[in-house]
């Protein structure tokens, strides 16, 4: 297990019910009865929550509790469709908007693929921020 009390965890907050064919092959995110933090029942932001297991955690020694609220959504999110990219070193990566998802996709494809990347949208500000 590895956990001790009191250590920062975030919580893989898509969990399903256990049974069905998708949560047998550990594909709780597809689950046909889910039981997803925050949607199907209270806690999606919470600071303390009673969760089945402990494989639903993911220590964050030395990260910022509240930088890393939302890594299992968005950043999940954002990871998934960088990964099915398939973008390689030397290839380019366009990104289309620039919003919390496109700003966490920027972040993750400089640090997993080592390729170019190139954000689009229409506001400027944001392209500036996308830009830092």
């Known amino acids: 297990m590895g956990f001790q009390k009191g250590d920062q965890v975030i919580v893989y907050s898509w969990i399903g019910e256990g ?3 998708a949560c ?8 046909d009865s889910p039981r997803t933090l925050g949607i199907y029942q209270d806690g999606g932001y919470s600071e303390t929550i009673l969760v089945p297991s402990y494989k639903y955690l993911i220590k964050i020694d030395g990260l ?3 930088s890393s609220a939302s890594l299992t959504c968005s950043g999940l ?3 998934t469709a960088v990964k099915k990219t398939r973008v ?10 620039d919003g919390g998802l ?3 996709a920027v972040q993750l494809a400089k640090a997993i693929t080592n390729s170019r990347v190139i954000i689009v949208d229409i506001n400027d500000n944001k392209l500036q921020k996308a830009k830092s």
Not at 88 to 97: A, E, K, L, N, P
């Open 88 to 97: 390689q070193t030397g290839d380019t990566m366009v990104i289309v908007g």
């Open 102 to 104: 496109g700003l966490m």
């Open 19 to 21: 049974l069905c064919p």
């Open 64 to 66: 910022d509790m509240e």
């Open 77 to 79: 999110t954002a990871y």
């Open 24 to 31: 047998r092959v550990c594909e709780e995110h597809l689950c």
